[in-house]
Structure formats: C-alpha cells, structure tokens
C-alpha cells in the first residue's frame, strides 16, 4: 500500500467526491510525500499516528477489516491525551528508511527541540516554522551546545521572494 504525508488543505476530496486538486490546495499546499510500505508496516505507521490524535474525516477501508493499531486509530483510540513522544523507524518497499517521529498534545514541549534534534543525534539545526500560534517558542540552546534556531524569514533569489513565518506556515 501507500501513504501519504501532507499539508495540502482540503485535500484530498472525500472518495465518494472523487479527485480534485482546486486553487486553495496550489496557493496554500506546502508539501507532500508519498511512500510505499508493505502491509505489515502499516500497523507502526497507524501506531505514530495515534500520538496526533488526527482527525480521519473519511477512508476507503472498512473499520472491522483493520487490526492492531490501525484499528485503534480508524476507531479514534489514540494517545493524545498523553504526555508522550515516538521514534518509530520504518522502511519502504524500495529499501529506504525513514524516521517517524511523533508526540502528543499533552507532551508539552515544543517538537522540534525535544523530539526532532534528539533523534538526529543532537544536531544543530535551523527551523521556519508556523510562528503566529499562542505558544512562540523562540530559538532554543542547550547547555551542550545544540542550537535550534528560528527562521524568521527566507529569501530565495537575489531578494526576489520572502517568505516570512507570518505568511501562512511556511
């Protein structure tokens, strides 16, 4: 099977609406990815999952067909009420591993900093991110010297296009 990772609004239509991709989803869609798994590894991708409490708003897929944690997630059993976080690895049909990290509403900190840095091994790095929220966190240094860092504002270009972390989440 498949499974995709978006921020694309509005997107997809519901199965019964067939497909369309309008101009919200080309002027406001930040990102998407695709991956091919296996069916097994669909049980771990349905267990990260469960961390973000999604709001699963329609499936192509029958709930009491599902088991383990896919089920759990169709039948909306989560843990985001939790103070937890995941660092789940899976791979791709194609032989490529990928990371997922995920944490709950309840974890209280800020993802980036606590879960993402982290799992990379305490890498530095530099973050642009949706900033106009209730909880601005602010660049972030540990006592060890891992920095994360606040991209205000991104130029691409010889200063021809901003993007600034106030114009939608960049």
């Not at 590894?41 to 944690?69: C, E, H, K, Q, V």
């Not at 896919?70 to 660092?87: G, N, P, V």
């Given at each position: 099977?498949w499974?995709?990772?978006?921020?694309?609004?509005?997107?997809?239509?519901?199965?019964?609406?067939?497909?369309?991709?309008g101009?919200?989803?080309e002027?406001?869609?930040?990102?998407?990815?695709?991956?091919?798994?296996?069916?097994?590894t669909?049980?771990?991708?349905?267990?990260?999952?469960?961390?973000?409490?999604?709001?699963?708003?329609?499936?192509?897929m029958?709930?009491?067909?599902a088991?383990?944690?896919?089920?759990?997630?169709?039948?909306?059993?989560?843990?985001?009420?939790?103070?937890?976080?995941?660092?789940?690895?899976?791979?791709?049909?194609g032989?490529?591993?990928?990371?997922l990290?995920a944490?709950?509403?309840?974890?209280?900190?800020?993802m980036?900093?606590?879960?993402?840095?982290?799992?990379?091994g305490g890498?530095s790095?530099y973050?642009?991110?949706?900033?106009?929220?209730?909880?601005?966190?602010?660049?972030?240094c540990?006592a060890?010297?891992?920095?994360?860092?606040?991209?205000?504002?991104?130029?691409?270009?010889?200063d021809?296009?901003?993007?600034?972390?106030t114009y939608?989440?960049?």
């Amino acid at each position: 099977g498949w499974f995709m990772q978006h921020s694309i609004p509005d997107f997809p239509n519901y199965v019964a609406d067939g497909y369309e991709y309008g101009s919200s989803q080309e002027m406001y869609g930040q990102a998407a990815s695709c991956f091919s798994y296996d069916v097994a590894t669909f049980d771990t991708l349905a267990y990260a999952m469960r961390y973000s409490g999604p709001w699963i708003y329609d499936t192509n897929m029958d709930a009491g067909t599902a088991t383990g944690n896919l089920s759990a997630l169709l039948l909306e059993d989560t843990f985001y009420q939790e103070k937890a976080h995941a660092d789940l690895s899976v791979t791709t049909v194609g032989g490529m591993q990928v990371t997922l990290l995920a944490k709950t509403g309840a974890y209280g900190a800020d993802m980036i900093d606590k879960v993402v840095v982290p799992a990379l091994g305490g890498s530095s790095l530099y973050s642009q991110s949706w900033l106009n929220s209730c909880t601005k966190v602010g660049s972030y240094c540990e006592a060890n010297g891992t920095e994360v860092v606040d991209v205000l504002e991104s130029l691409y270009g010889v200063d021809t296009v901003a993007w600034s972390t106030t114009y939608d989440h960049a």
